[in-house]
């Protein structure tokens, strides 16, 4: 069993910054693929980032370039750091954790979820 806690979300203006942190426990995090999914109201939850046990990285086109995710395996930790919000960001973001094969883009390839976090960016 793996553990998931969110922090970091709040609400912030177009533009600003945010950190979210995700805190594992449970199983040895350095053998997790460690993924961002968000939900906005009315859709389905859709892949953000992606962080592998290796450290290789996807994000979904919409974030490039303003999004980073990263690991702390010390610190059993994966972060989201969102720059340059924008109204679209606005979404409650999960974080989730996996062990098997796969690309790791898609929900059902994670076994772990966390509360979520709320995001919500104004214009």
């Known amino acids: 069993q793996v553990q998931l806690v969110e922090s970091g979300g709040g609400l912030v203006q177009a533009g600003a910054s945010l950190r979210l942190s995700c805190a594992a426990s449970g199983r040895t995090f350095n053998w997790l693929d460690m993924g961002w999914f968000r939900q906005a109201p009315g859709k389905e939850r859709e892949f953000v980032a992606r962080i592998t046990w290796s450290s290789a990285i996807t994000y979904t086109d919409s974030v490039k370039g303003r999004f980073t995710i990263s690991r702390d395996n010390a610190k059993n930790t994966v972060y989201l750091q969102m720059n340059s919000l924008k109204p679209e960001d606005t979404a409650v973001y999960y974080c989730?954790?996996?062990?098997?094969?796969?690309?790791?883009?898609?929900?059902?390839?994670?076994?772990?979820w966390g509360q979520g976090t709320q995001v919500t960016v104004s214009s």
């Open positions: 989730a954790a996996r062990g098997g094969p796969g690309t790791g883009t898609r929900t059902s390839e994670y076994n772990y």
